[in-house]
Nanobody, 115 residues
Framework: QVQLVESGGGLVQAGGSLRLSCTAS????????MGWYRQAPGKQRELVAT???????NYQDSVKGRFTISTNTARNTVYLQMNSLKPEDTALYYC?????????WGKGTLVTVSS
């Protein structure tokens, strides 16, 4: 059974940095892409960044140049380096693995950016 566990969230001042990690346990076949999503209070969940197994990345416009998504060679951990954080980045951050048979989600890690 596949499980995704996010970590690295916390409280940080505006302009600060955080590094989120998402570790997958279990056997995952045929990964299409991995991604980070976020949901702020009262808002819908939105895409933050994705990365394919060939290393192609995609970012939401508001985080371009500030966030970097990466993965380890085993593809069982996905990272999100977040720099120059802003209060509007405050949200619950989720990771997702999109695979041939569907998708897996973690339960999220909370990021709070104070002004």
């Amino acid at each position: 059974q596949v499980q995704l566990v996010e970590s690295g969230g916390g409280l940080v001042q505006a302009g600060g940095s955080l590094r989120l990690s998402c570790t997958a346990s279990g056997i995952i076949f045929r990964i299409n892409y991995m991604g980070w999503y976020r949901q702020a209070p009262g808002k819908q969940r939105e895409l933050v960044a994705t990365i394919t197994t060939t290393g192609n990345t995609n970012y939401q416009d508001s985080v371009k140049g500030r966030f970097t998504i990466s993965t380890n060679t085993a593809r069982n951990t996905v990272y999100l380096q977040m720099n120059s954080l802003k209060p509007e980045d405050t949200a619950l951050y989720y990771c997702k693995y999109n695979v041939y048979t569907g998708e897996y989600w973690g339960k999220g890690t909370l990021v709070t950016v104070s002004s």
